[in-house]
């Protein structure tokens, strides 16, 4: 079926492009164009294109990436573009503009009436901050749906843009506890923890070890807030408290509470109130020094050169808290996404590239560079083996939070929830004092 559909979309694509070029749209350059890293290939690419008949468009794709240049990730984008080019004769232009570039320059850009054709980043930050330059791809994506689509991934998707397909998902993550198995096994612990209790039991046993318990870095400091407290009353209420200072609740105490016992009995590192990001995940947890780090499922390939091929991966969700509204089966699961510009005359051409780097050969090269959750459904069972222990976590999920479960609504109190959820977890501030700090903070 998928090489059917696919056979649809090529000569779908190539029929737009000769109709483009009826069309007197401006003639493009002879090879691809795209960032200094990647212009070579696109160059190669495009004389294979010409060496074997293809017709190539009169009109260049235009596709700016949130990736920098330098990444795996940006690598395997554009493995695929020099196929879909040496396939469809279609040039493509992709600038990897990194995290900074694409989000400060992107609207913009869009805004001037640059042309770019079609964009990705985050899949809330696409349908959200960009939602209304995105084309409705409820028509086009209706076969991929079929023959590809995560349904849980397609969910988050439409959800996200207020329940609509405006973007294509990949490169999935969940996030959670990334842990280190065989500290685990030195203390004796024998499975990983799924309630609060459990993770209290296990933490003791790594520092009856002589191991430190839980780091982290600042970058993820509010998701222990948002993450507990969403556990204790939902992710709505969470929301709720932020924007309304409503940090009388008696669940906030609770979880100042929980934070504060674990920090009397030694159970986050030394260093939580002086780690940046990304000196947690680096210095502690991947050196072998810390057991548990609160983060994504995209640290294994953040890290790979620190832990190498030997470390033994595990994970698990932020755990149930006793007496809560929502159990470890409520959890972030993001997504990269790819859009499409509303007003793009190269639509067709966009969704059959996104068509390629979402799907088949170039999906399971995303997860061997990247080491990502693959993307297309036919490949469920192609992970990478530092993520086999998330498999069955992610595939347990029933409810789907935000990031930081909604911690961070509101901007204006953000940095006092970082700075007091660090103290905290640092011991150098008391339950009660955590709750009047942020009292004064959400006036």
């Known amino acids: 079926m998928k090489k059917r559909f696919l056979s649809v979309l090529l000569a779908g694509a190539t029929a737009a492009a000769m109709l483009a070029g009826c069309g007197g749209t401006s003639a493009s350059t002879s090879t691809a164009t795209a960032s200094s890293a990647s212009s070579k290939a696109s160059s190669t690419a495009a004389s294979a294109a010409t060496a074997s008949g293809s017709t190539a468009s009169d009109s260049t794709l235009v596709y700016w990436s949130m990736w920098d240049a330098a990444e795996p990730q940006a690598k395997v984008i554009q493995d695929a573009i020099a196929q879909y080019t040496k396939d469809t004769g279609v040039q493509v232009d992709v600038e990897f503009k990194g995290r900074t570039g694409i989000r400060e320059g992107l609207e913009p850009a869009l805004e001037a009436g ?28 209706k076969d991929y ?16 843009a207020g329940g609509t397909l405006k973007s294509i998902p990949y490169q999935p993550s ?8 065989d500290l685990f096994d030195k203390a004796g612990i024998t499975a990983a923890p799924t309630t609060w209790a459990e993770l209290d039991a296990a933490c003791a046993k790594l520092v009856a070890a002589g191991i430190t318990p839980i780091t982290a870095d600042d970058a993820y400091m509010t998701n222990f807030t948002g993450y507990h407290l969403a556990r204790l009353v939902g992710q709505d209420m969470v929301k709720e408290i932020v924007t309304n200072g409503e ?4 669940a906030v105490l609770t979880m100042a509470n929980d934070f504060a016992d674990f920090a009397s009995k030694g159970y986050f590192s030394k260093s939580i ?46 755990p149930t808290v006793d007496g809560g509204k929502d159990d470890n089966t409520a959890n972030n699961i993001s997504n990269q996404v790819l859009a ?3 007003d793009s005359k190269l639509s067709k051409e966009a969704f059959q590239l996104i068509t390629y780097i979402t799907t088949g050969t170039y999906d399971k090269e995303m997860v061997t560079e990247a080491l990502s959750i693959p993307t297309d459904k036919a490949n469920s069972d192609a992970w990478p083996k530092q993520l086999t222990t998330v498999k069955t976590f992610f595939d347990a999920t029933k409810t789907y939070y935000d990031w930081a479960c909604d911690v961070e609504a509101n901007n204006n109190v953000t940095p006092a929830i970082k700075e ?23 006036k």
């Open 174 to 181: 969940i996030f959670g506890f990334m842990y280190n198995k």
């Open 247 to 250: 940090w009388d609740n008696p």
């Open 420 to 442: 007091n959820t660090t103290n905290l977890l640092a011991g150098t501030i008391t339950a009660e004092k955590f709750v009047e700090n942020m009292k004064a903070a959400g």
């Open 145 to 160: 749906e079929a023959a590809y689509g995560n349904a849980t991934l397609f969910s988050i998707a439409r959800t996200a």
């Open 340 to 342: 499409i510009e509303k």
């Open 273 to 318: 109130a002086s780690n940046v990001y990304p000196a947690g995940q680096n210095q502690e947890f991947g050196a072998g020094d810390a057991a548990m780090i609160i983060c994504g499922t995209w640290l294994p390939n953040e890290i790979k050169d620190v832990t190498g091929d030997s470390f033994n991966w595990g994970y698990f969700n932020y």
């Open 114 to 141: 640059q042309h770019i054709d079609m964009f990705d980043e985050d899949v809330n930050r696409v349908n959200g901050t960009w939602g209304k330059y995105l084309l409705s791809l409820e028509d086009m994506a």
